[in-house]
């Protein structure tokens, strides 16, 4: 079993991206991959051991040393902050964090309040641009914030903007660009290092160009 190489995976919106990709590769994968409950799927043939876990989760195993690698948004790396290092964009599931809100919002509120599902980045960007606000977390849906007033602001992630535009909000600001890593706890990547190394050579040979969004071309 030590020859395992355990990844977490994303379960969620990047998974499939991330399956593709690592298909592309030339790994085989079994169809149970892409419709399965399990929390623990074992490749034998390719030596893999896929743990499913929350996006947000995903470094938490890896700084842990239970997962050996794994596959996690920009995003989720700027939010947690985790001990892991990154080896590799994979330029999947592209997208952008942004500050939105109601399109007729007055500007000058004192300490608005801003809705989202990451505090630490929200926090520090509004730091940096000298505004004073009240982070409220929430852990999804956050686009409801400003609607039943909750929130004057929300910031989130824009993948095709369908969200925002069906519920009537507008985007304030690009914050930024957001792509999905490999990451690798740093003892893995010490007594791995030839495993790892040869994935990552694998993965970095691939034209992905941003699988999951409209510039992704086969
Ligand atoms: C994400 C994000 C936005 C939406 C953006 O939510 O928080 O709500 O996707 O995508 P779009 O620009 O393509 O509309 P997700 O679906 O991950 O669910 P959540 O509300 O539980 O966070």
């Known amino acids: 079993m030590n020859n395992f190489l355990t990844i977490a995976m994303p379960k969620g919106r990047i998974f499939e991206d991330a399956v593709q990709l690592l298909k592309k590769a030339g790994f085989q994968l079994p169809p149970e991959f892409d419709d399965s409950r399990k929390l623990i799927l074992e490749v034998p043939e390719e030596k893999f051991r896929f743990i499913l876990a929350k996006p947000m989760d995903v470094p938490t195993y890896v700084e842990h040393g239970v997962a050996d690698l794994g596959i996690a948004g920009k995003d989720v790396m700027l939010e947690e902050e985790r001990d892991v290092y990154e080896l590799l964009d994979l330029k999947i599931s592209a997208c952008y964090l942004a500050v939105a809100g109601l399109p007729d919002a007055k500007i000058n509120d004192v300490a608005p309040k801003v809705a989202t599902k990451y505090p630490h980045v929200a926090a520090a960007y509004f730091r940096e641009q000298g505004e ?58 010490r007594l791995k290092d030839e495993r790892i190394n040869e994935l990552v050579e694998r993965l970095s040979k691939l034209k992905t160009g941003g699988f999951g969004n409209e510039n992704f071309k086969s």
């Open 132 to 189: 004073q606000v009240e982070i409220i977390k929430l852990n999804g849906s956050i686009e409801l914030a400003p609607l039943i007033g909750l929130a004057d602001r929300i910031v989130d992630i824009v993948s095709t903007g369908r969200t925002l535009k069906e519920n009537g909000l507008v985007e304030y600001e690009r914050m930024v660009e957001i792509t999905s890593r490999l990451i690798v706890n740093p003892v893995s990547f």
